[in-house]
């Protein structure tokens, strides 16, 4: 795939002229019927296409998509393995090559620039394929890392991954001791003051650190001329971790934290480790219980390659149970395509369901449907019913909610948990399941209240994860070390809420809203951290807030309506790239996506702009796109994994997204203001028994935090 040139950063055109096509949907609000019946027809082929790729079980998982650097990685892993004469490895390497810049480097979203990190790496894995240094596409490669800062620049990451190879010294890198995983909770930093991610690959990592491995390289093939000062000895502090555009405050922690790095590797020096045996064993326990019901370590792509390093270092064959887990999850990530083979970060079941069943439901599919009724029974098993890391804030809370993948028991998120509660409202089960379903609403409702931080908001996957101050670690350039509440998780939750019952007199919803207006930007937007960027997080604040009764006719919210307006491409359609999170004057710029388009749209519903020509214009360009079989094809990606660093596709946001608006739009021509596809009303839970305090399991029994 080669990628697409950037947006041009001073106008919102698209990338290709867009010849002039008519209105499809022409005047106000009635449209004509010619109009109306393509829109129906537009519904009517999504709808089908949508349901022509749910699973035989009921459920839908597409492609998640991501930069090279998995590719990279896995090629490293093969090295560190003696497995880069398998087939796979040939494949993957050719992957890479075909992700190759015209500048030479190597991206982390298509239309971005060369990143340094992700271009040292490919170069490493091609030259230990058997690239020739002196071929083009390497001189590129080698003259782009250069400019770029070479290996000096590069994250930790990408460090000790080098490290491992022998290509930088360990004492280049970070420490990340093994030691952390004995603090106590009353510390102020352990690791559960990390986010789930981060915690589920440092801690594999930390044994990685402990051992220090050495897995030579074949002679020629070391990458000492990625240099950009040969010679000079590299240190810790260097580019990536050296503070700049710091306040006064946090440059003195960063000084305290690089203070602590050296000591570290002082007490490393001297043999100073009393406990470093202890720890190791602490830390392989804690990674093998989070190895049971899951898809491997978090079920994420770096955690896993992470636990199959650690365990080697600490001397287990390939044939041991982690390893060999761990190695046959890795193998479900793959996709072969001829002569390519490239890895998912992870897989999507449980996200791509629910948003599947909230579309179809919007657009007309009856709440008995069989298709309807398969996917919630799918969901409904997937319900999380054993502890996980976040009872360590939550002990008395029983387990519930839902996770994204195929199988995280210990590990449930919010956004998953509110969007899986709405879908479950729209779907009639049979009787027999009914109560089931109604039991699970019930406990995963509680989780949901359960995990409302102090401030209003909701995080991902813990409450009470956000010490800013830990961000400063010189290992935290990841930029997700800890999991603060965020608006658009926040604005997905008061949708959910507002479905099971409950209103701006609760609460819950009030502090929620205050958080939603307390993150407000001056323009009128919100952040989006899980989706590119200001126009995810500006529709599903607009829609909770719309969906919880807030008036927004106010001016806080017209400004909202002024900038999404503001940013309509030509086209009709909005785009914003990956870029604005690195340059936020870029917000809401970029080529138009049908799943930013039909955010953007939902958006200006909420606002109450049904009738303005914005929204005319932005479903004229949804018809417009549609493919014959009713799908929509976006070119650009438009999920975020972690903002600036790692950035993702979502195969499906152009199947269901803009059927959902689509049908939306529809619902509310039709005269109903609330129509969403979502069930009207409150549903049948008792608010009664959403108390999030002083829970009990089923059986009586307090629950308690995992070991």
């Not at 629910?354 to 657009?363: D, K, W």
């Not at 949804?622 to 009713?630: A, I, M, S, Y």
């Amino acid at each position: 795939m080669q990628p697409s040139a950037p947006p041009d950063s001073n106008q919102h055109n698209v990338e290709t002229e867009v010849p002039e096509v008519p209105e499809v949907l022409p005047g106000p609000v009635p449209v004509e019927p010619s109009a109306a019946t393509s829109l129906a027809a537009s519904i009517e082929r999504a709808r089908d296409h949508l349901l022509s790729l749910q699973r035989e079980d009921g459920h839908w998982c597409a492609e998640l998509e991501g930069d090279s650097i998995l590719e990279s990685e896995y090629l490293l892993l093969l090295h560190f393995l003696g497995r880069t004469h398998e087939t796979r490895a040939r494949k993957a390497a050719e992957y890479v090559r075909r992700q190759q810049l015209p500048d030479g480097g190597w991206g982390i979203y298509p239309g971005g620039p060369a990143e340094v990190s992700a271009s040292v790496k490919a170069y490493f894995v091609l030259k230990l394929q058997g690239d020739d240094p002196e071929a083009p596409h390497m001189r590129r490669a080698r003259e782009r890392i250069l400019e770029l800062g070479g290996i000096e620049a590069t994250n930790t990451y990408t460090k000790t991954y080098l490290a491992i190879f022998g290509q930088v010294p360990w004492s280049a890198c970070p420490a990340i001791p093994p030691e952390i995983i004995l603090l106590p909770r009353w510390f102020y930093f352990d690791i559960y003051e990390m986010s789930s991610w981060s915690r589920a690959i440092f801690v594999p990592l930390s044994i990685v650190w402990a051992y220090k491995p050495l897995c030579p390289v074949p002679e020629g093939t070391d990458i000492q001329e990625l240099y950009a000062s040969p010679g000079s000895r590299l240190k810790v502090s260097d580019v990536q971790t050296s503070g700049r555009n710091l306040a006064l405050g946090q440059r003195s922690w960063r000084r305290l934290f690089f203070t602590v790095d050296r000591l570290l590797k002082m007490f490393e020096r001297l043999r100073l480790l009393p406990l470093r045996d202890k720890a190791i064993r602490k830390a392989e326990a804690w990674i093998r219980k989070r190895l049971e019901k899951s898809d491997g370590l978090g079920a994420i792509f770096p955690s896993i390659v992470n636990t199959v390093v650690a365990f080697r270092c600490i001397g287990h064959d390939t044939d041991d149970p982690a390893i060999a887990h761990s190695l046959a999850e890795l193998e479900k990530l793959e996709i072969e395509d001829g002569e390519t083979l490239h890895l998912q970060p992870c897989l999507s079941p449980v996200w791509d369901t629910a948003q599947a069943i909230a579309s179809l439901s919007a657009a007309g599919v009856d709440r008995d449907h069989p298709a309807l009724r398969r996917a919630a029974g799918w969901l409904l098993d997937k319900e999380v019913r054993q502890p996980g890391d976040w009872q360590v804030r939550l002990p008395e809370v029983e387990p519930s909610g839902w996770y994204f993948e195929y199988a995280n028991e210990l590990y449930p998120d919010c956004d998953d948990t509110a969007e899986v509660l709405t879908a479950l409202t729209l779907v009639d089960l049979a009787d027999a399941d009914a109560p089931h379903a109604q039991e699970a609403r019930h406990r995963a409702l509680r989780w949901l209240l359960a995990m409302q931080n102090d401030d209003g908001g909701w995080a991902a996957f813990d409450k009470g994860c956000d010490k800013h101050i830990l961000t400063l670690v010189p290992f935290a350039d990841h930029n997700a070390m800890i999991d603060p509440s965020c608006e658009d998780i926040t604005g997905r939750s008061l949708e959910t809420l507002t479905q099971e019952g409950f209103t701006l007199q609760d609460p819950v919803m009030a502090r929620a809203v205050k958080f939603l207006e307390d993150r407000q930007q001056e323009d009128g937007t919100w952040y989006g951290r899980w989706g590119a960027n200001y126009i995810y997080g500006t529709w599903l604040a607009l829609w909770g807030l719309h969906r919880a009764g807030v008036d927004l006719s106010r001016q806080r919210y017209r400004r909202s309506v002024t900038w999404l307006k503001s940013c309509q491409n030509p086209d009709g359609g909005w785009g914003e790239s990956l870029r604005s999170y690195d340059e936020p004057e870029l917000k809401g710029v970029g080529p138009s996506t049908a799943s930013q388009t039909s955010w953007a749209v939902l958006g200006l519903i909420a606002a109450g702009e049904l009738e303005s020509e914005a929204v005319r214009r932005g479903v004229g360009y949804l018809l417009r796109t549609q493919e014959p079989e009713g799908t929509w094809d976006d070119k650009h990606w438009t999920g975020t994994g972690f903002p600036k660093v790692f950035y993702l596709r979502y195969h499906y946001y152009d199947d269901y997204f803009p059927l959902l608006a689509l049908a939306v739009y529809r619902n509310r021509l039709g005269g109903d203001r609330h129509a969403t596809g979502h069930a009207m009303g409150p549903s049948t839970v008792d608010k009664t028994g959403t108390a999030p305090l002083h829970l009990t399991s089923s059986n009586g029994h307090r629950r308690g935090p995992v070991e």
